[in-house]
């Protein structure tokens, strides 16, 4: 599956697009402007996700890669 593919059914499954995402994480105090702070870990991410959205393992990862400025 693609990048992008994880993006769009993410938005289709939690109605949340990247940038949605960025400003929660940035709620949660994982990031700032939306860029993850060095402290915080993908495990962070994925449980938060996993909690909060019922997102798998993969989708939380997209999102943890977005955040941490992998993928655009």
Same mark, same amino acid.
């Given at each position: 599956?693609?990048?992008?593919?994880?993006?769009?059914?993410?938005? +289709?499954?939690?109605?949340?697009?990247? %940038? *949605? $995402?960025?400003?929660?994480?940035?709620?949660?105090?994982?990031?700032?402007?939306?860029?993850?702070?060095?402290?915080?870990?993908?495990? +962070?991410?994925?449980?938060?996700?996993? %909690? *909060? $959205?019922?997102?798998?393992?993969?989708?939380?990862?997209?999102?943890?890669?977005?955040?941490?400025?992998?993928?655009?």
């Amino acid at each position: 599956m693609s990048f992008q593919a994880y993006i769009d059914n993410i938005k +289709t499954k939690t109605g949340n697009g990247p %940038e *949605d $995402f960025k400003k929660l994480a940035d709620q949660k105090g994982f990031s700032e402007n939306g860029k993850l702070k060095p402290e915080v870990k993908a495990g +962070t991410i994925v449980s938060w996700l996993k %909690e *909060d $959205f019922d997102l798998g393992h993969g989708h939380s990862m997209a999102i943890y890669a977005l955040l941490k400025g992998i993928k655009p």
